[in-house]
């Protein structure tokens, strides 16, 4: 699962509310080696089409208009510091920033070209090691601190949360504390940004494939088959891309084949990236350390609603005792179809679970509890149909209209550009791509990527903000068309949901435009959204079957819908596995990152880790902003759920007032209030747990 990827800064120093920096400029006008200015409003801006010598010409002018306006605001006398000639300056320094630098390292996600990817690349790391240098500008927090000192009862509430948190940004990295300190918290920090940028590189160009014959993909449809690419010999090559790797490990009867697949997974980038997991968590321990706090944990967690690791760590056991007695009994029915199958098939039982089974027999839980046909739901999900769905849905609740641009400057020839615009009023209120199949070199997951952030410019004017989604849906081909398992279905909700959360962002800076809340609040939007993806109404709406057009017949669309309870306790438990593991990482000064995952799967989920995998090699959330913070899926989605369930399904889930009022009260905030103080505005309440734990069958009410 992954949601919001924000392509700057993953250097820990640098955590705002989220682990990573958005650092951009004054109000100066940027002009690239290309001659285009970044003054304009309501445009975007987004060039993609820069060959790897002007990425790195830009990069430089860059970085070198970026420290001229610090070196301005740095050699302010501090008894003369001003709204306007420091906060607004920094904020317009930021905001320019953040505008230019996505065109220089966003390519390394979904370029084409490995050479731009490369120089996309290398942009990031000597961006990313400028964002620790002027993190680090003691002249510039001293500045920011007399205004504090000066300015107490003048500035708006979201100018005083600007300043505040600059200030607070500024003794998280050490700038009250000795030079010494600081140079080396300096050059830790650009060692951690370095490696984390190798870590999530590493991935993106793993190319690894597994070559199978025929008899060893029994059980997979004949459309699976048909996407495969075919060797000399006829032989079916199979890569680890998602749309290859999960419908085999859910239907492939062959275990061998499943055992040879999930061993090539989570050995993905093994021996390259477990030293630079290892390097990562014994470096920012040390930061931490010299800061002053107990644990990396405990750093990241002082920004977050969680606030630290000891209300994360009765989080995850409330969760764990709750769900314990559901994973056990659950354990138990798959040991016993397992038993079964083997014995009907002539196979050897060893009487219990591998990381290689579980996948499969979860899958065989919904066909024989619920009886949910795979082959025959997915063509109802083409993707052009469950796009047309999803837009609708999403423009009724949140009043918005979403148009096609035609002939889009974009990265790829299947990207797709739209313009969002407000029904009411009919201003344009962002645009957003649409990269949804996999090619060599692109990130292998789904993301939401912000572009531009939303916010008030220089001008007073706003600034059109710009997100790109990016997924990895099986590709059309001749006689079929792309075709979605409602759990792509479900991920294309969550990841839109982001989508949303970055364009409808109206506030006033862009330290807090889009997704830059708290980390443990910023899924609570895009998990909400997903509750859509398991209601009839809206089920309708975004399915057809592929050929005739006819609708999903209602006893499938049924049994679908009462699958949701289906692998509750081992689908959740496996969430606090990865956030146990996450949490322990990040609570130490170094370790085995092996043996600890290993550890919390068999203690915890009762599955062994295969033998000689590392699967926190290739858990890009520990390298891409979520280190000690990956417990904000089950956070979130605990508050996701209360919202739902206490005002769209209370009210209507397509009551576009309610819709609205969620707009303008969650996503038009950004991150300029609080997570829990938007929580209790649109509740009405404080948030509670309940209807998290009866939307996933756990209480009286919802038992299946």
């Known amino acids: 699962m992954c949601a919001v990827f924000v392509a700057v800064n993953r250097t820990l120093l640098l955590s705002v509310s989220r682990p990573v920096l958005r650092m951009t400029i004054h109000s100066r006008t940027l002009v690239s080696a290309r001659g285009f200015s970044q003054t304009t ?7 993609w089409d820069l060959s790897p010598g002007e990425i790195r010409t830009m990069t430089d002018d860059l970085i070198n208009q970026v420290k001229k306006v610090y070196d301005d605001i740095g050699s302010l006398n501090v008894e003369n510091v001003s709204v306007e000639n420091t906060l607004k300056a920094v904020a317009n320094v930021k905001l320019d920033y953040a505008s230019s630098r996505h065109f220089l390292d966003f390519p390394q996600y979904v370029s084409p070209a490995k050479e731009v990817r490369s120089a996309s690349t290398e942009a990031d790391k000597k961006l990313s090691e400028f964002d620790v240098e002027i993190s680090m500008r003691e002249d510039i927090f001293e500045r920011l601190t007399a205004l504090q000192k000066k300015h107490q009862g003048d500035l708006s509430p979201e100018e005083k949360r600007f300043l505040d948190r600059l200030v607070t940004l500024g003794k998280r990295r050490g700038l009250h504390l000795s030079k010494d300190i600081q140079e080396e918290i300096e050059r830790l920090s650009k060692r951690i940004s370095e490696l984390s940028i190798e870590f999530t590189s590493n991935l993106n160009e793993d190319t690894t494939s597994l070559v199978f014959h025929e008899h060893e993909l029994g059980g997979l449809a004949d459309s699976y088959l048909k996407g495969l690419e075919r060797t000399a010999n006829g032989q079916y090559k199979v890569t680890l891309e998602y749309p290859h790797y999960y419908p085999l490990m859910k239907r492939c009867h062959n275990p061998e084949t499943r055992r040879k697949m999930e061993t090539a997974f989570h050995s993905r980038c093994k021996e390259v990236n477990t ?7 014994q470096l920012r321990a040390k930061v931490a350390d010299l800061l002053g706090y107990s644990s990396h944990a405990n750093y990241v967690l002082e920004m977050n609603m ?9 989080f995850l056991d409330t969760f764990y005792d709750t769900l314990k007695p559901v994973g056990v009994k659950e354990r138990k029915y798959i040991l016993a179809l397992k038993k079964r199958e083997c014995l009907m098939k002539g196979l050897h039982f060893d009487g219990k679970i591998n990381a290689w089974d579980l996948p499969y027999y979860m899958n065989q839980v919904e066909q024989c509890k619920f009886a949910v046909n795979k082959d025959k739901l997915i063509e109802y999900f083409p993707l052009d149909v469950v796009t047309e ?12 209209t979403f148009t096609k641009v035609e002939h889009p400057h974009v990265w790829h020839e299947n990207v797709k550009l739209y313009s969002a615009c407000d029904t009411e009023t009919g201003e344009e209120v962002g645009q957003f791509y649409l990269d949804l199949h996999p090619r060599e070199g692109k990130y292998g997951h789904a993301a939401c990527f912000g572009l531009q952030p939303g916010c008030r410019g220089p001008d007073g004017k706003r600034r059109l903000p710009v997100a790109a989604m990016v997924a990895n849906f099986t590709k059309p081909r001749e006689g079929w068309p792309s075709l979605l ?6 991920t294309y909700f969550h990841e839109f949901g982001h989508v949303m959360h970055e364009l409808c962002s109206k506030t006033t800076f862009s330290e807090f435009s889009g997704t830059l809340v708290e980390t443990d609040f910023v899924e609570v939007p895009s998990q909400m959204l997903e509750n859509w993806v398991w209601e009839k109404e809206p089920l309708r709406r975004m399915s057809r079957h592929y050929r005739d057009g006819s609708p999903i017949p209602d006893n499938l669309l049924e049994k679908l819908i009462a699958s949701r309870v289906a692998n509750t306790g081992l689908m959740n438990l496996r969430q606090v596995v990865l956030s146990k593991v996450d949490q322990s990482l990040h609570t130490s000064s170094s370790a085995d990152t092996a043996d600890v995952f290993a550890k919390y799967c068999e203690d915890i989920l009762g599955v062994p880790a295969t033998a000689g995998t590392n699967m926190t090699a290739s858990f890009s959330h520990l390298a891409g902003g979520y280190d000690g913070q990956y417990y904000s899926y089950l956070w979130s989605e605990v508050n996701s759920m209360d919202i739902f369930f206490s005002r769209f399904k209370k009210e209507g889930i397509m009551n576009p007032k309610v819709g609205k009022e969620y707009r303008r009260v969650i996503l038009e905030a950004g991150g300029s209030v609080d997570g829990m103080d938007m929580l209790e505005t649109y509740l009405g309440r404080q948030p509670c747990q309940e209807a998290f734990f009866q939307c996933k069958g756990l209480t009286k009410s919802h038992e299946t």
């Open 41 to 47: 409003s309501q445009r975007n801006q987004q060039k």
């Open 275 to 281: 030293p630079i997991l290892e390097q990562l968590i």
């Open 306 to 314: 969680a606030k630290n690791a000891r209300n994360v760590s009765d």
């Open 389 to 400: 769905g999803l837009f609708g849905i999403y423009q009724e609740l949140l009043g918005l």
């Open 485 to 490: 398992q409602h759990h792509e279905v479900e």
